[in-house]
């Protein structure tokens, strides 16, 4: 069965430190890869989705991923936060075969100012 | 950008009795939907995928009897509850596709059920 794995469970940080989050995933196929953003009291929102091409792709709010596929890995960085940048962090896969996605479980982000 | 509702955003109900949730894609058709449980400080656990006018797809390990899903338009899915228990309590989010391959989800802010 498909798996998403997000390492970090829960990660504090000061302002304009640099961030790093971790996926990865199991999936021998091809994948489209996404990362979702959950603020305090939000909706879930796309960050960011790699389809195909360049494997690093820019999001919003300064957000970028990069795709390694030798190493089934879709991490998240951005090189300064900011205290808005507070709020859990989901990767997720959508594999070519299903038309389903898979969640991982998901970082929760505290931004120190 | 798109917009996804779902009706109610909260509701209780006694053990036992059934539970609708409706998902709304405002303002764009929407062929395929997902839907959604989220334990407290947990990730997503997919569902099922609802396809407009067709049966649901459910996850391994959910009970379709008890969650019933249907796609009757390209705007509207429903997730049925039935005779709910206090397991049943969670966050329930469903997610609309605008396109057949469902690579952007557009989520709805959730419904949060308490079974007593």
């Known amino acids: 069965a498909q798996s998403v794995s997000q390492h970090n469970h829960h990660v504090i940080l000061s302002e304009a430190a640099s961030l790093e989050l971790g996926c990865n995933y199991s999936?021998?196929?091809?994948?489209?890869l996404f990362w979702y953003v959950q603020y305090p009291g939000q909706h879930l929102q796309l960050l960011l989705k790699?389809?195909?091409?360049?494997?690093l792709v820019k999001g919003i709010k300064g957000f970028e991923a990069e795709f390694i596929k030798s190493k089934f890995s879709f991490n998240l960085r951005k090189p300064s936060v900011q205290w808005s940048d507070t709020a859990e962090y989901f990767c997720?896969?959508?594999?070519?075969?299903?038309?389903?996605?898979?969640f991982g479980t998901g970082t929760s982000l505290t931004v120190i100012p | 950008g798109a917009v996804v509702s779902q009706h109610p955003s909260w509701v209780i109900c006694k053990s036992g009795t059934s539970v609708k949730i409706e998902c709304r894609s405002l303002?764009?058709?929407?062929?395929?939907m997902f839907w959604y449980r989220q334990f407290p400080k947990q990730s997503l656990m997919l569902m099922a995928t609802?396809?407009?006018?067709?049966?649901?797809?459910?996850e391994q390990g959910v009970e379709k009897d008890k969650f019933l899903i249907n796609h009757a338009s390209l705007t509207l899915s429903t997730l049925t509850v039935t005779s709910a228990h206090p397991e049943d309590s969670s966050f329930y989010i469903c997610?609309?596709?605008?396109?057949?391959?469902?690579?952007?989800?557009?989520f709805g802010p959730g419904t949060r059920l308490t079974v007593l």
């Open positions: 997610s609309a596709c605008r396109d057949l391959f469902a690579n952007t989800q557009y």
């Open positions: 999936y021998g196929g091809t994948v489209n």
């Open positions: 790699y389809f195909s091409g360049d494997p």
């Open positions: 997720a896969v959508l594999t070519n075969t299903g038309n389903q996605f898979y």
């Open positions: 303002d764009f058709q929407a062929t395929t």
């Open positions: 609802s396809n407009e006018g067709s049966k649901a797809t459910y």
